[in-house]
């Protein structure tokens, strides 16, 4: 019995080496990750145009992608948990536009086709939709300047619309508009 619990005993301790031997690898590949990502992120300081973003949307290390010139020139649209997007729910809710279901108790906002949907399933749509004005307006002022970031701001600018039909806008109207460069 002393035997084969001093044979359990040394399994145990070879098992133990291995993983430890695992996890050294695992730790060098992390320090590897790190440092690509570093460098990564210094090459991109020099991009103009080109942000580290993590996969949540937020600036962070894990990833990098260029900046569409929607983002570039007018920054990004507020989400509907911003104080601008509770300011839009807000409005809606005061025009009618926003219930609560009373079979769920979900919260639906009501659609351009007249349909209520979860709220989850709304984008922020802008009123005037935001390539005409900057085309029209923003790009005077230039790149993400006070005045253009005032107006991607605005409340008043947005409305709650569905996801796909909104996408579906955006995706037919940049088949005839692009962004113009900034004139500032």
Same mark, same amino acid.
């Given at each position: 019995a002393l035997a084969k619990t001093g044979?359990?005993?040394?399994?145990?301790?070879?098992?133990?080496?291995?993983?430890?031997?695992?996890?050294?690898?695992a730790a060098a590949?992390?320090?590897?990750?790190?440092a690509e990502a570093e460098a990564s992120a210094a090459r991109n300081a020099e991009q103009p145009g +080109?942000?580290?973003?993590?996969?949540?949307?937020?600036?962070?290390?894990?990833?990098?992608?260029?900046?569409?010139?929607?983002?570039?020139?007018?920054?990004?649209?507020?989400g509907k948990k911003s104080k601008t997007g509770k300011a839009v729910i807000a409005r809606m809710k005061k025009d009618g536009k926003i219930? +609560?279901?009373?079979?769920?108790?979900?919260?639906?906002?009501?659609?351009?086709?007249?349909?209520?949907?979860?709220l989850s399933r709304a984008d922020m749509a802008h009123?005037?939709?935001? +390539?005409?004005?900057?085309?029209?307006?923003g790009r005077s002022y230039g790149?993400?300047?006070?005045? +253009?970031?005032?107006?991607?701001?605005?409340?008043?600018?947005?409305?709650l619309e569905l996801d796909s039909i909104n996408r579906s806008q955006g995706a037919i109207l940049g088949q005839t508009q692009t962004y113009l460069p900034p004139l500032k």
């Open positions: 044979q359990g005993l040394s399994g145990e301790i070879a098992a133990g080496s291995a993983a430890a031997k695992a996890e050294g690898r590949s992390a320090g590897d990750d790190l +080109v942000q580290r973003a993590s996969e949540d949307g937020s600036a962070g290390a894990r990833s990098t992608r260029k900046l569409s010139l929607r983002e570039r020139y007018l920054g990004k649209t507020p219930r +609560v279901n009373p079979k769920t108790g979900a919260t639906e906002f009501k659609a351009s086709n007249n349909e209520w949907y979860d009123k005037t939709d935001a +390539v005409t004005w900057w085309n029209e307006t790149a993400k300047a006070p005045e +253009v970031r005032q107006w991607m701001l605005n409340s008043d600018n947005y409305y």
